[in-house]
């Protein structure tokens, strides 16, 4: 018999932003007399919810928030872009631009490298908008979907080795975004002036009332896990045939959010629905973001994401559905292995002959730092670069295809500006942490700010207890249990709860297929280091051969695997 499923919009009342959705006019709202209205430097309730779907968050600085109320002023209003760049692929002139806009014209100066291979520029005042997106435009550079309830920037494994395999994953990444955008003007008419690109504003894949939360893609190229699939709703894993790409196995529902106090959320791996070829790949897409979209709750946004449909409804009637839809039979996975998720630092030869240089940046910040001028150290590889430059899903950036007789010259201008230091340790490479204060509203303790320093304290730890220097352990913070900065991934995860105060979780693995387990709850950041330091001395004692510290921590029964989340996690 068949399983009855309760549609999303039947689950309860209906969430705030279904109305605003449905009321929108396809994304439009009043934003465009927001903009006119010189009175504040914000947007109205709706408005601030939909320009999200245009890739820009409202915020304001947090460091002068109270001194701005002291002062009887309104909060520093002003948005926060993130750039669309499947596979975080950007062109040297690309870069230029928005080098210069950042410099030129937000509030910070800074480029900000995401968890997600694309940029968000940072304080962007309302006079400014329209600039930001005409200047992009010209570029060829959108933010259509990077935030909202749509199919967010679609990542696709960092792999300049395999040129051949990772250009073909690159391109589908880039179909798929494309295949699964909204349909809508708004963004043209609005931010280009009325400029119209071809579309219509019927929205068959995505719906009239877009999807009921946001949706995460990528395409991986295996071993490399480092784009994370786990944090994702759907997954497409690459199976090549003598180098060439013939199919993807698909993983769908996972997801890494949840909220303090609430065991109804949980971070979740995605689940394995089975191998496809090539040609059915947008047809799966398709159908996987339809049935979420229809099945998906939207009543209650904390329980909306595609890993709680999976898990109210069940993962064969979900995996049914979408073959229903796709007219697509998944086939049984094909054997694949991940292993690892770090990004391979300095020069690496691809198979084409090119050669490409991995930059590590610490938290994707690019700014100008006193005797370390490393946004201006990009602009002058790009002034000179005739590849192109890729942003990873950890951060860092990729100079990509650069001929032999350039290679001296583009390591001298990294040298230089301190985009190259050979002093920086293996844990540094593998620590990492979402943005946090003083941007990030929803923050409850510091990650990005707070991150350097406590590398700096596991490094003296891990020293003290003779671990070796090519040896980590993967270590992330979060300001806040949204998960930004994939805590909930890792071997050692912090995430904020209140000022100086962080829950520990332990257990990740390398290859990142392992959410790790709550070990202490509420603790100030000495309490976590001297943890971390009787664990790590436990650890360089115990440990078999070769075994990584996550690994450890579960052997030893410090703290219970997470296999099933909906049944481990909060256990
Ligand atoms: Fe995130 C919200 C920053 C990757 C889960 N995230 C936010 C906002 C926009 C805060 C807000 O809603 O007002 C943060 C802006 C901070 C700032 O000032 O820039 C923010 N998220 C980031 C970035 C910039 C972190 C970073 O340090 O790089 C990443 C941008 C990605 C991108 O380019 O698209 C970023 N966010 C992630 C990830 C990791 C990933 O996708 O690999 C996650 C966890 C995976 C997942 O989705 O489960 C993540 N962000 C969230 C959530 C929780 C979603 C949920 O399922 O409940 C929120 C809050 C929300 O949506 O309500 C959030
Ligand atoms: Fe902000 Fe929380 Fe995301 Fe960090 S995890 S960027 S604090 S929403």
Not at 22 to 42: C, V
Not at 56 to 69: C, F, G, K, L, W
Not at 208 to 221: D, H, M, Q, W
Not at 500 to 514: C, E, P, Q, W
Request: charged fraction near 25%; glycine fraction near 8%.
């Amino acid at each position: 018999m068949e399983k009855q499923v309760v549609l999303g919009e039947e689950l309860g009342p209906l969430s705030d932003n279904e109305r605003l959705k449905r009321e929108s006019n396809f994304l439009r709202g009043t934003i465009t007399n927001d903009l006119k209205n010189e009175i504040t430097g914000g947007f109205d309730a709706d408005n601030f919810q939909l320009i999200r779907f245009h890739g820009m968050y409202q915020q304001d600085d947090r460091d002068i928030r109270n001194e701005r109320a002291k002062q009887k002023l309104e909060p520093l209003h002003n948005v926060m872009l993130r750039a669309r760049m499947p596979g975080g692929v950007i062109t040297p002139k690309q870069w230029l631009a928005i080098d210069k806009f950042a410099t030129e014209s937000s509030l910070y100066g800074s480029i900000r490298l995401t968890t997600r291979q694309t940029f968000q520029f940072h304080g962007v005042l309302k006079p400014n908008i329209k600039l930001m997106h005409q200047t992009l435009n010209s570029i060829g550079i959108d933010s259509i979907a990077t935030a909202g309830d749509v199919n967010r920037n679609v990542l696709c494994s960092s792999n300049p080795v395999e040129s051949e395999l990772h250009q073909q994953a690159y391109e589908w990444a880039t179909k798929i975004s494309e295949h699964l955008l909204p349909k809508t003007r708004a963004y043209a008419e609005i931010w280009l002036d009325g400029e119209k690109l071809e579309t219509t504003d019927e929205e068959p894949i995505l719906g009239s009332n877009y999807l009921p939360r946001k949706f995460k893609t990528t395409v991986v190229v295996p071993p490399d896990n480092d784009v994370d699939l786990h944090a994702n709703d759907l997954n497409f894993v690459a199976v090549a045939k003598d180098g060439k790409l013939v199919g993807f196995n698909v993983l769908v529902g996972g997801g890494l959010a949840m909220t303090h106090g609430d065991n109804s959320t949980y971070p979740r791996k995605a689940d394995e629905f089975g191998y496809i070829s090539l040609e059915n790949t947008l047809d799966i897409a398709a159908a996987v973001v339809t049935t979420q979209r229809d099945w998906g709750n939207r009543s209650n946004r904390k329980n909306a994401k595609t890993k709680y449909t999976l898990d109210r409804v069940g993962i064969d009637v979900f995996k049914q559905e979408v073959e229903k839809r796709s007219g697509v039979s998944f086939e049984p996975i094909k054997p694949y292995q991940l292993t690892n998720r770090g990004d391979k630092f300095g020069w690496l030869e691809g198979i084409d002959g090119k050669h490409h240089l991995t930059l590590f940046i610490e938290n994707g910040r690019l700014l100008d730092y006193p005797g370390k001028p490393l946004k201006t150290g990009v602009a002058e590889i790009a002034k000179i670069h005739t590849g192109d430059l890729r942003m990873t899903a950890n951060q860092n950036l990729i100079v990509a295809g650069v001929p032999l007789k350039d290679k001296q010259k583009i390591e001298k201008i990294a040298f230089e500006h301190g985009l190259l230091d050979p002093t920086t340790s293996k844990q540094r490479q593998d620590s990492m942490a979402c943005v946090a204060y003083p941007t990030c509203p929803l923050a409850m303790a510091e990650a990005e700010r707070f991150l350097p320093q406590f590398v700096t304290d596991v490094e003296g730890i891990l020293k003290k207890h003779s671990i070796s220097d090519d040896e980590s352990i993967i270590l992330r913070v979060t300001g806040c249990p949204n998960g930004c900065g994939r805590a909930m991934l890792a071997e050692i995860g912090l995430v904020g709860k209140a000022p100086d105060r962080y829950n520990l979780y332990l257990g990740g693995n390398k290859a990142g297929t392992r959410v790790p387990k709550l070990y202490k709850e509420n603790i100030s950041s000495a309490q976590i280091l001297q943890d971390i330091d009787s664990l790590v001395e436990r650890w360089a004692a115990e440990r078999l051969a070769d075994e990584a510290f996550g690994d450890f921590v579960i052997r030893d029964g410090i703290v219970k695997e997470v296999i099933v989340s909906k049944r481990d996690f909060h256990a």
